[in-house]
């Protein structure tokens, strides 16, 4: 298993992220692509995992906000790749970046039925839940030491 980072949209790891995103988000889920595929900056990094056979299985992205804050999302596995512990192996590689580049939270807006995913990880819910791309979300964050 391999993580790879890139803030370029015109690198590999970009296109894999969004072939994930696609795949888990619009065919998947049925989210409007409109919705789904935004516009990005520089400053918004990709990961992707890639499995024992080098092949791309999941993805977030990452992004910096006002106040020492961090904005994780489209946080994303295939289906078949699901349950060998990805997503949380991305996750904690953001928390372990976000703290060693010295940003003091992270902010996430998690489907409502990956609230519980985001919890074992130490993120807690704020606030009332909100709809997004017609799916029910929690905000959450974690902060960092």
Do not use: C
């Not at 790879?4 to 692509?33: C, G, W």
């Not at 060693?100 to 489907?111: E, K």
């Not at 009332?128 to 979300?137: I, K, N, P, V």
């Amino acid at each position: 298993m391999e993580i790879k980072t890139s803030n370029q949209t015109d690198s590999a790891v970009y296109a894999d992220a969004i072939m994930l995103r696609r795949a888990v988000f619009i065919e998947e889920q049925h989210i409007d692509p409109a919705d789904e595929l935004d516009t990005v900056t520089s400053t918004t990094w990709h990961y992707v995992l890639y499995d024992d056979t080098a092949a791309a299985v999941a993805t977030a992205r990452m992004t910096p906000e006002a106040g020492q804050q961090l904005h994780i999302q489209r946080v994303a596995t295939l289906k078949s790749a699901r349950g060998h512990g990805y997503a949380q192996a991305i996750i904690k590689r953001m928390i372990q970046d976000a703290q060693q580049q010295g940003y003091r939270q992270l902010v996430l807006g998690a489907q409502v039925t990956a609230q519980s995913f985001y919890s074992q990880l130490g993120f807690q819910p704020v606030g009332d839940r909100f709809m997004e791309a017609g799916l029910q979300h929690q905000e959450m964050v974690l902060v960092l030491n």
